[in-house]
């Protein structure tokens, strides 16, 4: 019905129309699943029109990853304002919003199925890991990061990776849930390198520092001292 | 030297032979670095009489991945006796000797190289993850887990992946301190759980209970103690 009324689109207006409308298609089903003819469809063009604009379905796809990794990347970036353990959080929720709308296509990346791991599609997932260590870093202040340091923040950002993807397998937790625990992760295993490493322990007490009471940090550390005073934890 | 008197081997000691010679250049080189030429000169055979006995390298390099798959996972045997933290240490030891022997073709595997990410390469990582997972529910005494001790255990195993992996690039860290903060990372991970959940405070309880007082999670709850008491760690 809206075929013939539709105006005619530059070049890279509707590239970016294509990779919108992929990127949707490869996040709700195994991108190994979605063909060029489905994403004609959606998009209303021919199928020689898509490949007018994109050699093929693996460049397609990267295209729409590189759309995705962006996005991914830009809601890791949170103001320097207010408690550490708040910021964390708040860049938890918008992670997992995102691994909830890109759910299968996240998964079928992730899990390494044959539609990924070209180097390229690895390249752009180590990007946004990067990008999350980036951003851990600038927000502790730190600059030349220990070696201790950068192993605690990189496991960390994998350990988000898996939480992520188990939950998707399921949802069994909720999301929410996961957000708390995985910024509760992140002090814990910071805590853990601590309390053998005076570098890290000095670290640990600058991020602290500036918590409130009812924070998300202070606030597992008061649970776990509870914990310890029942004789559930020894203290 | 040594041609002329070579005795005549059987097909399946051939196989074995070739399987053995290939994991370990796969093993100490990126496998895409290896060629069947010199997998060949390595057994001292023609690279034909190789390729009578595995058709391609790819099936070469899946049955060197299925017996480094098969050794690691009987690394994590441990005999059900002594406190589980230090049963969980001896395995690490276990788990990074195997990881330091088998270096450069542990990371190409992992990080997802063009010599990875077939089906059958990727079956045979996650048959060693289910491996771990079931040894640590198996040592916990659990067998119909709760979905939240699932994603604890599943999300400490990727841990410790991702650990090596970082430990590998650079080596930056003695390996025996990581072998000992990824037993502290269980600890802390269970314990993030525990903080909110009361069916994985009972589990925890029953871990604890029989650790001595100079095992590693007792220690770990005195060093934490420790800090907190010197205002370092809030209480």
Redesign the interface.
Known sequence: MTTNVRRRMGVEERRQQLIGVALELFSHRSPDEVSIDEIAAAAGISRPLVYHYFPGKQSLYEAALRRAADELAARFQEPHEGPLGERLQRVMERYFAFVEEHGPGFSALM????A??S?RT?AMIDEVRQAAYEQILDHLGITDPP??L??VV??WV??A???AL??LD?R??PRA??E??LV??FA??M??????DPEM?AI??AM?AG?PADGP??E??????A??GHG????
């Open positions: 899990r390494g199925g044959p990924a791991g180097s690895n070696a201790r950068t192993l990189r496991s994998s350990l990776e898996s939480t188990l939950w399921g069994e937790i849930e996961l708390l625990q509760h992760d814990a295993l805590a853990v390198s601590a309390a053998y322990a640990v007490v602290l918590e940090f202070t597992l550390a008061s649970r776990l001292g914990l310890a559930i934890i020894p203290a």
